[in-house]
């Protein structure tokens, strides 16, 4: 459960920095999930805060795993 847990984090800590520094990249995944996440206005009005987000998580998920090596 713990691998799991740092994958989730490592996924989260991705997207946080890609929204952050790369906005570009998120439109263009967008574009091929459009109908069922995001919205172009969206991403592009909100990106700091949905990066802000997904860091936040996954600094969650990596404290919940090296908590769980640590036992």
Do not use: Q
């Not at 592009?44 to 769980?68: Q, T």
């Amino acid at each position: 459960m713990a691998l799991v847990k740092l994958i989730c984090g490592i996924v989260l800590l991705f997207l946080g920095f890609i929204y952050l520094y790369e906005p570009k990249i998120i439109t263009r995944i967008n574009n091929y999930a459009k109908e069922f996440l995001f919205n172009d206005t969206y991403v592009l009005l909100r990106r700091k805060k949905i990066g802000a987000f997904l860091i936040l998580l996954a600094i969650i998920a990596f404290y919940m795993a090296w908590a769980s090596f640590l036992r």
